[in-house]
Protein backbone atom coordinates (compact mmCIF):
# COMPACT_ATOMS: atom_id res chain seq x y z
CA UNK A 1 0.00 0.00 0.00
CA UNK A 2 1.36 3.88 -0.62
CA UNK A 3 3.06 5.16 2.18
CA UNK A 4 0.75 7.68 3.72
CA UNK A 5 1.57 11.96 3.17
CA UNK A 6 2.68 13.02 6.08
CA UNK A 7 2.90 17.21 4.62
CA UNK A 8 2.09 19.78 7.29
CA UNK A 9 -1.39 20.28 5.46
CA UNK A 10 -1.68 16.85 6.74
CA UNK A 11 -4.39 16.74 9.75
CA UNK A 12 -3.06 15.94 13.00
CA UNK A 13 -2.62 12.57 15.15
CA UNK A 14 -5.87 12.04 16.59
CA UNK A 15 -7.28 9.06 19.12
CA UNK A 16 -8.10 6.07 17.61
CA UNK A 17 -11.95 6.66 17.88
CA UNK A 18 -11.19 9.78 16.38
CA UNK A 19 -9.30 8.65 13.43
CA UNK A 20 -11.61 6.17 12.53
CA UNK A 21 -14.44 8.32 12.66
CA UNK A 22 -13.05 10.33 9.72
CA UNK A 23 -12.26 7.16 7.72
CA UNK A 24 -15.89 6.59 8.11
CA UNK A 25 -16.90 9.76 6.68
CA UNK A 26 -14.27 9.99 4.07
CA UNK A 27 -15.48 6.54 3.20
CA UNK A 28 -19.52 7.46 3.16
CA UNK A 29 -18.97 10.43 1.01
CA UNK A 30 -16.79 8.43 -1.27
CA UNK A 31 -19.22 5.46 -1.40
CA UNK A 32 -21.93 8.08 -2.18
CA UNK A 33 -19.89 9.70 -4.94
CA UNK A 34 -18.50 6.49 -6.23
CA UNK A 35 -22.19 4.53 -6.55
CA UNK A 36 -23.49 7.76 -8.73
CA UNK A 37 -20.29 8.27 -11.07
CA UNK A 38 -17.77 6.24 -12.98
CA UNK A 39 -14.62 5.57 -10.45
CA UNK A 40 -12.34 7.94 -12.91
CA UNK A 41 -15.12 10.31 -12.83
CA UNK A 42 -14.29 10.75 -8.45
CA UNK A 43 -11.89 12.80 -7.77
CA UNK A 44 -10.08 12.76 -4.48
CA UNK A 45 -10.20 17.07 -4.12
CA UNK A 46 -14.38 15.67 -4.52
CA UNK A 47 -14.18 13.05 -2.16
CA UNK A 48 -12.31 15.10 0.70
CA UNK A 49 -14.91 18.09 -0.08
CA UNK A 50 -18.40 16.29 0.39
CA UNK A 51 -16.46 14.90 3.59
CA UNK A 52 -15.54 17.99 4.52
CA UNK A 53 -11.84 17.46 5.41
CA UNK A 54 -9.01 19.34 4.23
CA UNK A 55 -7.49 18.51 0.90
CA UNK A 56 -5.19 15.90 2.36
CA UNK A 57 -7.63 13.75 4.55
CA UNK A 58 -7.59 11.15 1.64
CA UNK A 59 -4.06 10.72 1.33
CA UNK A 60 -3.25 11.39 5.13
CA UNK A 61 -6.05 8.50 6.16
CA UNK A 62 -6.15 5.97 3.24
CA UNK A 63 -2.26 6.89 1.11
CA UNK A 64 -4.50 7.07 -2.02
CA UNK A 65 -8.12 6.68 -3.74
CA UNK A 66 -7.52 3.50 -5.10
CA UNK A 67 -6.58 2.10 -1.02
CA UNK A 68 -9.90 4.12 -0.13
CA UNK A 69 -11.73 1.81 -2.85
CA UNK A 70 -10.82 -1.18 -1.31
CA UNK A 71 -12.01 -0.82 2.25
CA UNK A 72 -14.67 0.88 0.74
CA UNK A 73 -15.93 -2.58 -1.13
CA UNK A 74 -14.05 -4.62 2.30
CA UNK A 75 -16.76 -2.72 4.45
CA UNK A 76 -19.45 -2.81 2.74
CA UNK A 77 -19.04 -5.98 0.60
CA UNK A 78 -16.61 -8.51 2.72
CA UNK A 79 -19.23 -9.42 5.33
CA UNK A 80 -20.80 -11.16 2.99
CA UNK A 81 -18.51 -13.91 2.44
CA UNK A 82 -17.21 -14.40 5.76
CA UNK A 83 -18.20 -17.09 7.45
CA UNK A 84 -18.55 -19.24 4.07
CA UNK A 85 -15.06 -18.55 3.24
CA UNK A 86 -14.06 -19.55 6.73
CA UNK A 87 -16.49 -22.46 7.23
CA UNK A 88 -14.90 -23.98 3.80
CA UNK A 89 -11.76 -23.34 5.20
CA UNK A 90 -11.72 -25.25 8.41
CA UNK A 91 -13.41 -28.08 6.79
CA UNK A 92 -10.43 -28.35 4.02
CA UNK A 93 -8.05 -28.32 7.15
CA UNK A 94 -9.67 -30.91 8.77
CA UNK A 95 -10.07 -33.13 6.06
CA UNK A 96 -13.09 -32.60 4.72
CA UNK A 97 -12.60 -30.69 1.47
CA UNK A 98 -15.76 -29.12 0.13
CA UNK A 99 -16.86 -29.76 -3.56
CA UNK A 100 -16.52 -27.55 -6.32
CA UNK A 101 -20.25 -26.39 -6.59
CA UNK A 102 -19.87 -25.41 -2.56
CA UNK A 103 -17.10 -23.10 -3.35
CA UNK A 104 -19.41 -21.28 -6.06
CA UNK A 105 -22.37 -21.17 -4.00
CA UNK A 106 -20.32 -19.67 -1.55
CA UNK A 107 -19.34 -16.77 -4.02
CA UNK A 108 -22.84 -16.69 -6.20
CA UNK A 109 -25.23 -16.58 -3.07
CA UNK A 110 -24.15 -13.75 -1.49
CA UNK A 111 -23.55 -11.84 -4.81
CA UNK A 112 -27.26 -12.97 -5.75
CA UNK A 113 -28.29 -10.93 -2.57
CA UNK A 114 -26.49 -7.91 -3.51
CA UNK A 115 -28.89 -7.98 -7.01
CA UNK A 116 -32.07 -7.73 -5.15
CA UNK A 117 -31.72 -3.78 -4.09
CA UNK A 118 -30.49 -1.10 -6.06
CA UNK A 119 -27.83 0.07 -3.70
CA UNK A 120 -26.28 -3.70 -3.87
CA UNK A 121 -26.09 -4.00 -7.27
CA UNK A 122 -24.40 -0.47 -7.42
CA UNK A 123 -21.84 -1.68 -5.15
CA UNK A 124 -21.45 -4.78 -7.06
CA UNK A 125 -21.03 -2.96 -10.43
CA UNK A 126 -18.43 -0.64 -8.66
CA UNK A 127 -16.70 -4.18 -7.60
CA UNK A 128 -16.52 -5.42 -11.13
CA UNK A 129 -15.32 -2.04 -12.23
CA UNK A 130 -12.46 -2.62 -9.65
CA UNK A 131 -11.85 -6.31 -10.32
CA UNK A 132 -12.48 -6.04 -14.36
CA UNK A 133 -10.08 -3.21 -14.84
CA UNK A 134 -7.42 -5.08 -12.42
CA UNK A 135 -6.92 -2.08 -10.33
CA UNK A 136 -4.58 -2.89 -7.47
CA UNK A 137 -6.86 -1.56 -4.42
CA UNK A 138 -4.77 -2.76 -1.45
CA UNK A 139 -7.45 -5.43 -0.03
CA UNK A 140 -6.37 -6.85 2.96
CA UNK A 141 -9.31 -9.20 3.58
CA UNK A 142 -9.01 -13.01 2.44
CA UNK A 143 -12.03 -13.42 0.64
CA UNK A 144 -10.14 -10.79 -1.90
CA UNK A 145 -7.49 -12.49 -2.77
CA UNK A 146 -6.84 -15.80 -4.37
CA UNK A 147 -4.95 -17.63 -2.08
CA UNK A 148 -7.46 -19.25 -0.29
CA UNK A 149 -9.83 -19.94 -3.18
CA UNK A 150 -6.36 -21.85 -4.56
CA UNK A 151 -6.43 -24.05 -1.86
CA UNK A 152 -10.25 -24.78 -1.83
CA UNK A 153 -10.44 -25.69 -5.89
CA UNK A 154 -7.23 -27.65 -5.66
CA UNK A 155 -8.39 -29.86 -2.48
CA UNK A 156 -11.87 -30.19 -4.70
CA UNK A 157 -10.36 -30.75 -7.93
CA UNK A 158 -7.12 -33.54 -7.41
CA UNK A 159 -4.53 -33.07 -9.57
CA UNK A 160 -5.35 -29.51 -10.41
CA UNK A 161 -2.18 -27.00 -10.10
CA UNK A 162 -1.90 -24.01 -8.66
CA UNK A 163 -1.33 -21.89 -11.49
CA UNK A 164 -4.46 -23.76 -13.17
CA UNK A 165 -6.26 -23.00 -10.61
CA UNK A 166 -5.73 -19.35 -10.07
CA UNK A 167 -6.50 -19.21 -13.80
CA UNK A 168 -9.85 -21.04 -13.88
CA UNK A 169 -10.62 -18.71 -10.71
CA UNK A 170 -9.89 -15.45 -12.24
CA UNK A 171 -11.81 -16.78 -15.44
CA UNK A 172 -15.06 -17.78 -13.10
CA UNK A 173 -14.12 -14.70 -11.01
CA UNK A 174 -14.84 -12.59 -14.24
CA UNK A 175 -17.24 -14.55 -15.68
CA UNK A 176 -19.55 -13.60 -12.54
CA UNK A 177 -18.79 -10.00 -11.75
CA UNK A 178 -19.29 -9.12 -15.75
CA UNK A 179 -22.62 -10.95 -15.95
CA UNK A 180 -24.43 -9.81 -12.94
CA UNK A 181 -23.07 -6.56 -12.94
CA UNK A 182 -24.36 -6.44 -16.55
CA UNK A 183 -27.79 -5.19 -15.65
CA UNK A 184 -28.42 -1.99 -14.92
CA UNK A 185 -29.13 -0.91 -11.30
CA UNK A 186 -33.25 -1.38 -11.48
CA UNK A 187 -32.63 -4.86 -13.84
CA UNK A 188 -31.41 -7.60 -11.43
CA UNK A 189 -30.71 -10.85 -13.04
CA UNK A 190 -33.51 -13.73 -13.52
CA UNK A 191 -33.43 -16.65 -11.99
CA UNK A 192 -32.91 -18.74 -15.28
CA UNK A 193 -29.63 -16.62 -15.99
CA UNK A 194 -28.54 -16.97 -12.37
CA UNK A 195 -29.25 -20.75 -12.41
CA UNK A 196 -26.99 -20.83 -16.00
CA UNK A 197 -24.32 -19.07 -14.73
CA UNK A 198 -23.69 -21.48 -11.79
CA UNK A 199 -23.67 -24.58 -14.00
CA UNK A 200 -21.00 -23.09 -16.41
CA UNK A 201 -19.00 -21.98 -13.24
CA UNK A 202 -19.28 -25.04 -11.51
CA UNK A 203 -18.86 -27.31 -14.76
CA UNK A 204 -15.17 -25.02 -15.94
CA UNK A 205 -13.51 -25.32 -12.42
CA UNK A 206 -14.41 -28.72 -12.24
CA UNK A 207 -12.75 -30.12 -15.38
CA UNK A 208 -10.36 -32.29 -14.74
CA UNK A 209 -6.22 -31.14 -15.32
CA UNK A 210 -4.69 -30.71 -18.21
Same mark, same amino acid.
Given at each position: ???????????????????????????????????? &???????? &?????????????????????????????????????????????????????????????? /?????????????????????? &? /????????????????????????????????????????????????????????????????? &????????????????
Amino acid at each position: MPTTATSAASPPPTTNTGRQGTRDRLLDAAESLLLA &RDIDEVSI &RAINAAAGMNPAAVHYHFGSKDALIGALLERRLAPHWHDGLTRLTARRRAGDAPGVAELVDV /VLTPLGELTRTETGRLQLRLLA &R /VVLARREVGFASGWFGLRPWIALLRGAVPGLGGAEAARRLLLAFDLILHTLSATGPAEPPGRSAF &RSLRTFAVAGLSAPPP
